[in-house]
């Protein structure tokens, strides 16, 4: 029977898409899902998204639309880049699925009657992106420590987990399992800083009330469930856990996965997983993860050649985003997944432009493998017809080479196990750099100027194609579609994992399959192109943050103009496109004393549906235009011109109310 491997990424959070260093962990997670395979394991690998918050209802109003469906088209997106960056997951959880919403409430209550959850009120500091609340002591500046955004002042009614309970368990737990957090570096911040501090580890709040785009209390339905509670333990209910059972008591399929063999999560959340989350698993009665392994995050490097540029963190207003898709257009998936694995270090972070992307597809990709495939199939083609050789005795530098590629596999195997990724690829390209030089050393077109010589010629192209192929059987867990095109150039079967133990399985006498390119090198004007159109992007997007400035020109109004301008809340009870106008939207709206046609140019922006039921801000007293022959009366407040945003109400708010 196969031995059990569980692993995770944490969801991604599904307000926006997902940039480089998101795409980074569900790269890395199925590196280590597909190594895991070859090497034999039962895997389950488990990756989503997290779609509940205050900050997702904040953005589904902005946009007009319900929370539910701005997070189906979010996580619609992520879905798919994951899938185009090939990644192998088994289950793809979203926590707005019911199975799940059904099991966190039953965890609540379970909690709750258990006396682990109590009601009392939070006051203190608030970052909305992060969804954490911060003492005192932990905002700088009035800032978040964990992003750095501005914090609020925040009260209000919530629950509260008793994480005291559970301190000097999970402290006991983390000294008799070395393992359990890494790197080593992470396991002495948590320790240091959250659970051998003055006056220790602060209940957690689990619950909030200021907003209701959450999953209900079912007990109290003033409140929905706080998005930690909810998006960690989609860990278990992506298993199907049930909380009215033990553990022994549980289906054949979790007891089968569960413990969890690891959890891989940016390092900015390692304190969630590592303290919350156990904390949580013992509450319940469930056995903990084998091991949190919080990797770095990758930083945008300034455009420089040679690739040593100041960094900084990606952020949309910086204009230095980088996503792995757009990354694919020009160097491939296999080009993207390769950079990810290659320049991410254990416990450090990660540098990424694309100078530096270039800098590694072209020497790794395009004149390390891709040349090494491409020059030993069209050497065997034009010196043994298309067909494998034989190999005779072992001469020369067929040792050293032999001995690069066994150290190669036994370096990669070790690095993979424990999480070094970056130097498991340098394994495998190590080798291929040496397969290379011993095409120099060994001359095999001037070997094929003597007949006497084919032997040897013959031994020379048998060991370069069976080293291809070792590699090849390695890169699956990296690079799975080079690596069924390597096959399908030596038209091989032999791509189990056990073919590698000893040198020798590639089968002579056998044709090999037709040639193709793997990677072509990409010209570095290409890419100069492409740096020249994101600064031109940079910095309009500079000029976009810049601080408002007065309009030249604007004249300044008296009370008593302004009070001409007569503003009223009002209802949209029906929206339709106008037909042939591209930009123009009808609407009727209802003003409580009166209903009203209203033409509006924001059809690019909304679609109308979304607009339906929406309490809206409506100038009442402008005189009546006609736009493509259709009356309007009235204006809808809005805001911006190249993105217009229309100003929506409280749903609460009476209709026809004067907006002063």
Not at 266 to 289: C, E, N, Q, S
Not at 393 to 398: H, K, L, Q, S, W
Request: proline share 4%; net charge negative.
């Amino acid at each position: 029977m196969k031995e059990k491997f569980y692993l995770t990424t944490a969801i991604a959070y599904a307000s926006r898409k997902p940039h480089f260093g998101n795409t980074y962990e569900v790269i890395m997670a199925d590196a280590v899902a597909r190594y895991k395979r070859l090497r034999g394991y039962d895997v389950f690998f488990c990756t989503g998204t997290d779609e509940h918050g205050q900050k997702i209802e904040n953005l589904a109003n902005e946009a007009g639309i319900t929370p539910q469906k701005y997070v189906d088209g979010v996580a619609g997106e992520i879905k798919g880049i994951w899938d185009k960056m090939n990644s192998s997951y088994d289950y793809f959880i979203r926590t707005t699925d019911q199975n799940h919403v059904d099991a966190v409430q039953k965890i609540f209550k379970k909690f709750y009657e258990q006396g682990d959850i109590y009601k009392g009120h939070y006051e203190g500091w608030y970052c909305t992106p992060c969804e954490s609340f911060f003492t005192e002591t932990q905002v700088v500046d009035g800032k978040c420590p964990d992003c750095g955004r501005p914090v609020q002042q925040a009260k209000e009614e919530a629950y509260f987990f008793k994480m005291s309970n559970y301190v000097e368990r999970l402290l006991a737990h983390i000294d008799a399992n070395p393992d359990f957090i890494q790197p080593e570096s992470r396991k002495k911040e948590m320790i240091n800083n959250f659970l051998r501090v003055e006056g220790g580890l602060q209940d957690l709040c689990v619950s909030r009330t200021s907003f209701k785009w959450g999953i209900p209390v079912d007990f109290d339905d003033r409140h929905v469930t706080y998005v930690w509670l909810d998006a960690l333990t989609n860990y278990i209910t992506a298993l199907g856990y049930d909380p009215d059972k033990s553990y022994e008591e549980q289906s054949a399929h979790f007891k089968k996965y569960w413990p969890c063999d690891v959890h891989i999560i940016g390092k900015d959340i390692l304190r969630f997983h590592t303290i919350y989350w156990p904390i949580f698993l013992m509450a319940l009665g469930l056995p903990l993860p084998k091991k949190v392994f919080g990797h770095p995050w990758f930083n945008a490097a300034e455009e420089k050649k040679g690739g040593d540029g100041a960094e900084v963190k990606m952020s949309k207003s910086r204009g230095n985003v980088i996503y792995a898709d757009e990354l694919a257009e020009t160097f491939g998936v296999d080009g993207v997944r390769h950079f990810a694995l290659s320049e991410m270090p254990y416990d450090q972070d990660g540098r990424i432009c694309y100078t530096n992307v270039l800098t590694r597809y072209n020497t790794d990709l395009a004149n390390n493998l891709g040349n090494l495939v491409s020059r030993t199939h069209a050497m065997t083609k034009k010196y043994f017809d298309g067909v494998i050789p034989a190999p005779a005795a072992e001469e020369g530098t067929d040792g050293e080479l032999k001995a690069a590629f066994a150290a190669a596999k036994a370096d990669f195997e070790r690095y993979m196990d424990d999480y070094h990724i970056a130097d498991a690829c340098d394994a495998i390209f190590n080798a291929l750099r040496r397969a290379n030089k011993y095409i120099d050393e060994t001359t095999p077109w001037a070997l094929a100027k003597e007949e006497s010589n084919k032997p040897r010629l013959g031994t020379v192209l048998y060991n370069l194609l069976e080293c291809i192929r070792e590699a090849a059987v390695m890169l699956q867990a990296l690079l799975p579609a080079t690596a069924t095109s390597i096959f399908a150039q030596l038209n091989t079967d032999k791509t189990d994992y056990a073919t590698i133990d000893a040198f020798g399985a590639l089968e002579s006498g056998k044709p090999l399959g037709e040639a193709a390119m793997l990677f072509a090198r990409v010209d570095e004007k290409v890419v100069d192109e492409i740096i020249k159109k994101r600064e031109e992007a940079a910095l309009a997007a500079e000029k976009a943050n810049a601080p408002v400035e007065k309009p030249e020109g604007c004249a300044l109004i008296g009370i008593e103009d302004f009070m001409q301008v007569e503003l009223r809340t009002a209802k949209v009870i029906a929206a339709e496109k106008v037909p042939k106008a591209k930009k123009l939207l009808k609407l009727q709206v209802d003003l409580g004393y009166e209903q009203r046609q209203v033409v509006s140019g924001i059809a690019k922006f909304y679609e109308p549906e979304a607009l339906v039921g929406k309490k809206i801000i409506l100038v009442v007293n402008l005189k009546p235009a006609v736009l493509c022959g259709i009356e309007s009366n009235g204006m809808i407040l809005a805001s911006g011109e190249e993105q217009v945003r229309v100003v929506f109400l409280d749903p609460e708010t009476p209709l026809g109310e004067r907006v002063r």
